[in-house]
């Protein structure tokens, strides 16, 4: 197959791009490099079966020759991100998502969104189906993110059904592991880089609240599965099993032996309060599950981190 993923050059962008190049398949790669980072495909480089085109999906766009799917993985998808480019968000939301669907549509490609449990909002509901419809705030803070991508998978499904194309869905849940930026605001990244640069690692409010925290390699294979044998239906991709933002303060500080300790401050503004997907859809359609517990996961992350910080590799913003 030859493929186009927007957003190649992010964290998860650029892990599926290795995915599918490794099952033999070409890669378009498409990033404008807001938030991807060109560190996170330099391997690729010279690679005969991957392209690469810098471009903003949110404007036109052209991609010679045949395609099989479209893959839309293009968007900031952390807070301090999506709060820093809020209008960016917005616009890769409504505009890249149509565009890249019409990009699909006329190659006659499989086209598949990248959406996320940020659908879900604070959720009411516990774990999270698809079913769930969410408890989003459309006009908070982050709200940019959150209706972007309800706005994506109702543009997706109206795709499928009007024009009868063959459409996918991901849920993506709190994923971490090698190329998160060291300052992209996600809790694992930030308590790893400040346990390693010897500051206190920040936690907002009093710890309490869940997640569920996928290894990238994980969550990785579940997309690619969805991508090749899922529905039309949305699939939440994430690890069930949940742990407290405190829980893993304190793993973190274990594994890296940091004596900082903890900082607590001021909850954000709609921060949810739990977060676990039912992943009963994944089992029993993709015969997927996660594998990689926390310890290991985020043992890998934090050797990775060293290396970063110690060559000082990767830069905040390419």
């Given at each position: 197959m030859r493929v186009l993923i927007t957003g190649a050059a992010g964290f998860?962008?650029?892990?599926?791009?290795?995915?599918?190049?490794?099952?033999?398949?070409?890669?378009?790669?498409l990033d404008n490099f807001i938030t991807g980072n060109p560190h996170n495909i330099a391997h690729l480089m010279g690679e005969p079966r991957f392209e690469f085109i810098q471009h903003n999906i949110s404007t036109y766009t052209y991609v010679?020759?045949?395609?099989?799917?479209?893959?839309?993985?293009?968007?900031?998808?952390?807070?301090?991100?999506?709060?820093?480019?809020?209008?960016?968000?917005?616009?890769?939301?409504?505009?890249?998502?149509?565009?890249?669907?019409?990009?699909?549509?006329?190659?006659?490609?499989?086209?598949?969104?990248?959406?996320?449990?940020?659908?879900?909002?604070?959720?009411?509901?516990?774990?999270?189906?698809?079913?769930?419809w969410g408890n989003v705030n459309p006009i908070g803070p982050r709200g940019v993110?959150?209706?972007?991508?309800?706005?994506a998978e109702a543009m997706t499904m109206a795709y499928h059904r009007y024009h009868g194309m063959d459409t996918?869905?991901?849920?993506?849940?709190?994923?971490?592991?090698?190329?998160?930026?060291p300052n992209d605001g996600r809790v694992v990244s930030?308590?790893?880089?400040?346990?390693?640069?010897?500051?206190?690692?920040?936690?907002?409010?009093?710890?309490?609240?869940?997640?569920?925290?996928c290894y990238v390699a994980d969550e990785i294979e579940g997309i690619y599965r969805l991508f090749m044998r899922g529905d039309t239906h949305p699939t939440n991709i994430?690890?069930?099993?949940?742990?407290?933002?405190?829980?893993?303060?304190?793993?973190?500080?274990?594994?890296?032996?940091?004596?900082?300790?903890?900082?607590q401050r001021e909850l954000p503004v709609d921060d949810p309060k739990v977060r676990r997907p039912d992943i009963t859809r994944a089992r029993e359609m993709l015969g997927w599950e996660p594998t990689v517990t926390l310890r290991e996961g985020v043992t890998r992350t934090i050797e990775y981190f060293r290396s970063?910080?110690?060559?000082?590799?990767?830069?905040?913003?390419a």
């Open positions: 998860l962008g650029s892990h599926l791009t290795d995915r599918f190049l490794a099952d033999g398949h070409a890669v378009v790669g010679a020759g045949p395609l099989d799917g479209v893959l839309h993985f293009a968007s900031p998808a952390s807070p301090v991100d999506y709060l820093e480019y809020p209008i960016a968000t917005l616009k890769v939301g409504a505009l890249g998502t149509h565009n890249a669907l019409g990009l699909a549509k006329a190659k006659r490609a499989r086209f598949f969104l990248a959406s996320t449990s940020e659908v879900y909002g604070d959720p009411l509901e516990h774990p999270q189906t698809e079913k769930y993110y959150d209706e972007a991508k309800r706005f996918r869905i991901v849920r993506i849940f709190n994923t971490y592991g090698p190329r998160m930026r930030n308590f790893i880089v400040q346990a390693l640069s010897g500051q206190p690692l920040t936690i907002y409010g009093d710890g309490s609240q869940t997640r569920s925290f994430g690890n069930p099993n949940e742990f407290t933002v405190r829980q893993l303060a304190e793993l973190v500080i274990e594994l890296t032996g940091t004596s900082a300790g903890i900082e970063v910080l110690a060559n000082d590799t990767v830069p905040a913003h």
